[in-house]
């Protein structure tokens, strides 16, 4: 071993040359096109991974409410990238306007009630008087607002739309919602106890999963948003350009210098539309491996600063940090904001890489559970080890499945296939992944508690 490396660099390096591996055996033993979009998930998962270990790792924050901040950031795509309805605003969008401003009344009027009354039944009777009026006021422009908007073509319309902007500012959107967001939710939740605060979270992020299914005036609900704008060329696009094309040709001119007319051509074809997937898939890869290197930087040099030193020693003993003069509440707001915002943008790429907005797969298990495992397992508080853990688990979860199914063909290859044991054995491998992603948890916190790669404390 090199002196100028530590065993934890040594470590660093040896689990991301395993995991760089584990893609590179996809990619010559199933596709390199099946690689490469798991990557593209393991970059996006990496992000979101960045995000939660900011909170927990950094500061001790249970957040159990990523579902609804990446929600958010998906939201954020159709908002800013597709193109508005001109039908829907002419139909309801001015009655739409009313509504909300007669809700930002509302919330002013609540504010001045709130600082001009002092605490007591009055103001509870007045507040509560606002709230009830202003209930009706806005529902008012609202009920017909949102009938007009849904009744405009709603099989392929049926929504106000977005304004028609570049997907990747979205991005920046998508963390300025989530973020947002976060930042009300923090204001009433974070003086909650850890488990309280688990809960409220949890609730919270309900709640904006079941507005986003059920709001079809703003994101068309469950019946989806598609077709939303590409950063990177599509493949039809690059399929028919000659350029591309003649590409290809020299690219593989040796495996087709033996062949001629019509099979040379079919050849060319099938060359052509794998290179396109690839050239897609790897465009996709540049864009999100920028946004997490951004990200990954920022965070490693915040957590250097003494402003990353402050809120360590917040999470390692609040009482003492208190003592010493420091605000714990505000430090949790900052960072609680901050690592939803990052969930934001994550899910605002997670949309942009799927081209469709579907409110009715933001469930716990993909967008919270499993974030939360890829923190653990790859090591709270180590911004290096949450980045392995977003590759590792989604790699894990992604190949679970084929993989069991081929366990089950193996164990049941002796087996008639008639016999009803080999059918469940095979119809349950699909459960793999779940039990496999237990396994794996379990196994890294029996034999390294702070994950594959631990955080560093550093010693004076």
């Known amino acids: 071993m090199s002196a100028g490396l530590s065993v934890a660099t040594v470590r660093t390096l040896l689990a991301y040359a395993v995991m760089a591996v584990l893609l590179i055996l996809v990619g010559f033993g199933q596709s390199w096109s099946l690689a490469l979009a798991i990557l593209n998930l393991c970059l996006i998962s990496a992000v979101m991974s960045l995000g939660v270990n900011l909170q927990w790792g950094y500061a001790g924050i249970f957040n159990v409410g990523i579902m609804g901040f990446a929600a958010l950031g998906g939201v954020a795509a159709v908002l800013v990238s597709s193109e508005p309805v001109a039908d829907a605003w002419a139909a309801g969008g001015a009655d739409m306007a009313l509504a909300a401003l007669a809700a930002l009344v509302v919330c002013g009027l609540l504010a001045i009630v709130y ?20 209930y009706v006021a806005v529902r008012l422009f609202y009920d017909p607002a949102v009938a007009a908007i849904e009744s405009v073509n709603p099989a392929k319309t049926g929504y106000l739309g977005g304004l028609g902007l570049p997907i990747l500012v979205s991005w920046l959107v998508g963390g300025l919602f989530a973020g947002g967001a976060a930042w009300v939710v923090g204001k009433i939740a974070l003086g909650l106890r850890a488990d309280y605060l688990a809960i409220a979270t949890l609730g919270i992020s309900e709640i904006i999963v079941a507005v986003l299914k059920n709001e079809d005036w703003l994101t068309r609900g469950v019946k989806n948003v598609t077709g939303l704008p590409r950063p990177v060329p599509y493949e039809i696009d690059l399929q028919s350009s000659p350029g591309f094309i003649a590409w290809v040709e020299r690219w593989h001119s040796d495996a087709l210098a033996g062949l001629s007319g019509e099979t040379r051509e079919a050849a060319l074809q099938l060359m052509v539309i794998d290179a396109a997937g690839v050239i897609v898939k790897l465009s996709y890869a540049g864009l999100f491996a920028t946004v ?43 960072i609680f904001v901050l690592g939803s915002a990052i969930v934001g943008v994550a899910g605002a790429m997670l949309t942009t890489l799927d081209g469709q907005f579907t409110p009715g797969t933001y469930n716990p298990l993909r967008f919270t559970f499993l974030i939360m495992v890829m923190v653990i397992v790859g090591g709270s508080g180590n911004n290096l080890g949450a980045v392995l853990g977003g590759f590792l688990i989604w790699f894990v979860w992604i190949q679970a499945e084929p993989a069991g199914t081929w366990l089950m063909n193996l164990i049941t290859a002796s087996m008639d296939e008639s016999n009803t044991i080999r059918a469940h054995l095979l119809d349950s491998a699909q459960h793999m992944r779940v039990i496999l992603m237990g396994a794996v948890l379990l196994t890294v916190l029996r034999f390294s508690p702070g994950g594959i790669l631990p955080e560093r404390r550093e010693t004076a």
């Open 292 to 334: 997490l290197v951004i990200i990954l930087t920022l965070l490693v040099l915040a957590l250097k600063s003494p402003w990353g030193r402050m809120v360590r020693a917040i999470r390692d003993n609040e009482t003492a940090a208190a003592a010493m003069g420091k605000d714990v509440t505000m430090r949790h707001l900052q």
């Open 115 to 134: 600082r001009r009354f002092h605490k007591g039944p009055l103001r509870a009777i007045v507040m509560s008087a606002v709230i009830v009026v202003g």
